[in-house]
């Protein structure tokens, strides 16, 4: 039998069935994210990664894409990356050696459960500076982030050296060594997310001297995020009612220096 000798009903199941769709009572429906169709899942920024790992619950060491870092690379165990921001790294590493420069990284993939015990010990040490939890939120987003709001959790950022601006000024005790990712982190696809606050990044978290982003995943997954996440959905953790209040997502997640998004 040919196309054009089907009956309308049977042109609409073989449309459905074709694209993707779920066919009620004649209908053609959109089929719910989990049955999505490859072209829309072609459609979204690559990689595609799913809501619980842009909110870091799952775990890197069981995931196929995430590999240890060890020695010489950093001096802390169990620090874990993307494959392919941990090869990028460690080409970066040996061009900063060569030229006399140390790259060490002190802190690497946070999962949920990890960046909410950060997060609630600040949530309890800040507790009688502000007791306001918006207030308390807002001091505590200075530097750290809340669970499932973190870059950390992706992979693809990390912490170099120390966890002090002073010491990448200059004259600080790694000020050759941010000069030297200022001038050329970007030839190997890093960028430094929080950087000082202007008219470009008005708001998020402080400066972070110590912070790079592996970009050609961490873009796209921080575009799948915005699209995703949204304040509604944070929970689990000390003040997270708070998020929504703040807009942690478009100030905070959204808030980074514009050339790593």
Known sequence: MSMMQLNFPVL??????????????????IAKPAALSA???????NPIVDEPYLLGKFDPATHPDFVIVGKPYTDKPGMMLRKESFAAFQKMYEAAKKEGVTLKIISSTRTFTQQKQIWNGKWTRF???????????LKILEYSAMPGASRHHWGTDIDLNDLNNPSFE???????????L????????????YTAKDAQRPEGYNEERWHWSYTPL???MLAQYLKLISDQQFDGFEGSETALKIKVVEKYAAGINQDCK
């Not at 072209?39 to 920024?45: K, T």
């Not at 507790?127 to 939120?137: F, H, L, M, Q």
């Not at 200059?170 to 030297?180: I, N, P, Q, V």
């Open 12 to 29: 609409i199941l073989f449309y459905c069935l074709l694209c993707g769709f779920s066919c009620q009572s004649g209908n053609a429906e």
């Open 39 to 45: 072209a829309i899942r072609d459609s979204l920024p």
């Open 127 to 137: 507790a009688k500076e502000a007791p306001d939890p918006v207030e308390r939120a």
């Open 170 to 180: 200059k004259k600080g005790k790694h000020a050759t060594a941010y000069e030297w």
């Open 182 to 193: 200022r001038a050329h982190a970007r030839e190997y696809g890093y960028c430094q997310p």
């Open 218 to 220: 961490s873009k796209p």
